[in-house]
């Protein structure tokens, strides 16, 4: 199966900072429609988990802006600018490339 | 908007079964393949599987076939998922989520069954 690691399973970030957050696939994620696989998601307490990007750098829909997703092959990244109160919280990488879809370790992103 | 509406935390005796239900609204519940993912603080996120609810097929992550089976009602716009001969490794917050087949994101989640299992 296919293996994701973010490598930060915690990562400290100050309100109106850039974070971060990195996602290595041990294959390619890249299919021959020429589209990654890869979505990331954001989990806060109390709230139901949201999808962020897809194909490495959609967002979905009603995601702010600096939600920026990026990269190919087997790294990835999830960046974040100008960080907000709101942004604290569990973020995962997942790949649908191939079954059984693996989701990453995970990262929180904590307040200094 | 489109919900996913789970069944409350089950407390349950190691040997015996369970059966979760996610309940669909806001959309058309046989247009979208739903998905099972446990998550346990160890483990993380894991996924279980996906059926179709149009035609009931399944695909499991051979980890979890023989431990979760995964039914539809499509006149409730229900899904289910069954866990069999639970041990306390099945302890875990379950979690269903909508598939958009276009773009394959999980693009609605549940809030989440958590399930405790002990004697």
């Known amino acids: 199966q296919i293996t994701l690691t973010q490598q930060a399973e915690s990562l400290w970030v100050s309100p109106g900072e850039k974070v971060s957050i990195t996602c290595r696939a041990s294959q390619s994620l890249l299919y021959t429609d020429g589209k990654h696989y890869l979505s990331w998601y954001q989990q806060r307490p109390g709230q139901t988990t949201k999808a962020l990007i897809y194909?490495?750098?959609i967002r979905t829909d009603g995601v702010p802006t600096r939600f920026i997703g990026s990269g190919s092959g087997t790294e990835f990244t999830l960046s974040i600018e100008d960080v907000q109160p709101e942004d604290i919280a569990l973020y995962y990488c997942?790949?649908?490339?191939?079954?059984?879809?693996?989701f990453g370790g995970g990262t929180k992103l904590e307040l200094k | 908007q489109v919900q996913l509406q789970q069944s409350g935390a089950e407390l349950v005796k190691p040997g015996t079964s369970v059966k979760l239900s996610c309940k669909a609204s806001g959309y058309t519940f046989t247009s979208n393949h739903m998905n099972w993912i446990k998550q346990t603080t160890g483990q993380g996120l894991e996924w279980i599987g996906i059926?179709?609810?149009?035609?009931?097929?399944?695909s499991y992550n051979v980890k979890f076939k023989g431990k979760a089976t995964l039914t539809v009602d499509k006149s409730s716009s229900t899904a289910f998922m069954q866990l069999s001969s639970l041990t306390p490794e099945d302890s875990a917050v379950y979690y269903c989520?909508?598939?958009?087949?276009?773009?394959?994101?999980?693009?609605?989640w549940g809030q989440g069954a958590s399930v405790t299992v002990s004697s």
């Open positions: 997942l790949q649908t490339l191939k079954k059984p879809w693996t």
């Open positions: 989520a909508r598939l958009l087949q276009s773009s394959y994101v999980m693009d609605a």
């Open positions: 194909h490495a750098s």
């Open positions: 059926i179709n609810p149009g035609s009931g097929g399944t």
